[in-house]
């Protein structure tokens, strides 16, 4: 035995198989950290009762859907099918919490103009595809000219006791062709929606809009309420401003049956003598009330409000019997009465009596609830508390592999993985 092997002895050794069954696991191991998948791994069934990409764009577009129960979800998406390497959370939460909702919307941003994207909706431990299987898919347009000049559509949803409905979905939908717009409501009720760019959902092609066309726009509320409004592009921003959700609100003239419901004439001479607006016991959430009615084709038409302040007017019935007076001042909170006193064909004294009340403060600015150019007809109908959508049901398949990545979060691949390849290291080092 040698001298030094005395007194400077072996340095221990790692068996040579232990050494490889080490390293293996510790690669397998942080290798399984950096592969995970924020997509489910259980394959299962949903149903969604309505899913639509609207406000197209060409570097972003929001995704609205419906699920038949309130639940979390997300967007997994990418320019590749078996690569949906985005992901996408509700635009009301955060990485540290997410909500549970019946609406969902989330909104893809940092897209390429003029590509194919592939998403999935994600929730709980089901991913939702189309029924055949395949991946949903829009295009993004190649250019925005904004070529439609109309102003913002806006409003206010207030629930019956006044108070506002936060988070509640904002559709607009001008035909089958063209992409919907969309958007959320604020703290206060309040949503606005810019009328510039229209796309073609097919083509990807922009349009423009005259500002005549009719439109519909629909609020949908978590408690499961629906509100629709039909107006044209023009009025969006005068008529679609207070309103009460599970009440539907019609601000087209024209048509026949409107004219018949409410007795407002859009065509031809009237011979009634009628109170459009507001109806009797109405609640009115704006402060200034647009009296409307009709009355025999140019007779006059004498309008007092008691209130705190009394309002009259005399004013002219049109070629066609219809007139319409506007308060010149916010009216208080509480119940007020109109009456009307005419002529009716006969030549005798018509008098009418309403009773309303105003709800709601609208603020400095005043809003006037049912003007809009040419004075059309104002309906309000209930609607079913529950919206129900024909839409096929949604397959739900086993999620893709691939990295997932959410567009500005901190990504931790490259730490973990170098860590790993130190610690492999080290242990070919301690092995060999």
Known sequence: MAYSDLYIGQKPKIPTLAGVLVI???AVFFLSLTNQSALPSKASRANLKRIEVTNLNPIQVSIFWQSQEKETGWIVYGEKENQLTGISLDDRDVEEKKGSYFNHYVTLKNLKPGRQYFYAVVAADKKTVKPDGSYFDFRTPLVSSAKTKLSPANGKVLRTN???????VVVINVDEKTAALSTLT????????????FYDKKSQQEKTFSGNEKAKV??????????????NLNNMSMNTETIIIGKNYNFLQGENVLSVNTGFNSAGASQQVEVVYPQEGALIPGRKPLVKGTAIPGAKVSITINSAKTFSAEIKADRDGNWNYLIPDNLELGQHTITIKTKDSHGAEKLLVRKFTIVANEGPEAKVLGLASGSPTLTMTPTPTTPIYNNPTATVTIAPTGELKRSGSFDLTPIVGGLSLIIVGGGVLLAF
């Open 24 to 26: 293996v696991f510790v």
């Open 218 to 231: 629909e609020i949908l509320s978590e408690d499961g309420e629906l509100s629709t409004i039909i107006s």
């Open 162 to 168: 006044l108070t506002p409905v936060n988070d509640a």
């Open 186 to 197: 604020k703290d206060s009720g309040e949503w606005l929606i810019p009328l510039n760019s």
